[in-house]
């Protein structure tokens, strides 16, 4: 997939982003440096996985125009405010919090982007009996 290519430019989006939290994940506990790296990526995988939703869904419309933009946005807020708030445990626990539920439906956004894009698939390419 070419980087230009809306699904392909979410592809590597979402393996890079994902690639980083998995990567600082393994680091977590006692905290080092890769505490900051985990909570940047902690925030930025949901918008991620909405782009690769949208992309994957070939989503067209006003809900994928404005969405996007909004996701981004409250993303980078949220990882600021992680970085400049990580040594507080009750501040962090609710952004953590907030991103995880993010997270979810991020999640459940790109499974049904790539259940449409699979059914379409298929409804496109007739079946071949050998």
């Keep these: 997939m070419l980087p230009a290519d809306p699904l ?12 980083l939290y998995m990567l600082s994940s393994a680091d977590l506990y ?10 940047l990526a902690t925030t930025l995988l949901p918008p991620t996985l909405l782009q690769f939703a949208l992309a994957a869904g070939d989503a067209r419309g006003r809900f994928a125009r404005w969405s996007l933009p909004i996701a981004w946005t409250l993303a980078v807020l949220a990882a600021v405010s992680m970085q400049i708030l990580l040594g507080d445990p009750t501040a962090t626990g609710w952004i953590s919090a907030t991103c995880n539920a ?5 999640l459940a956004a790109a499974a049904i982007g790539l259940a449409a894009r699979a059914r379409v698939t298929a409804d496109a390419a007739p079946l071949v009996a050998f």
Excluded: D
């Design 8 to 19: 392909g430019r979410s592809l590597v989006f979402l393996g890079s982003i994902g690639g």
């Design 30 to 39: 006692p905290p080092a440096a890769s505490l900051r790296a985990n909570a």
């Design 102 to 106: 993010a997270l979810g439906l991020s």
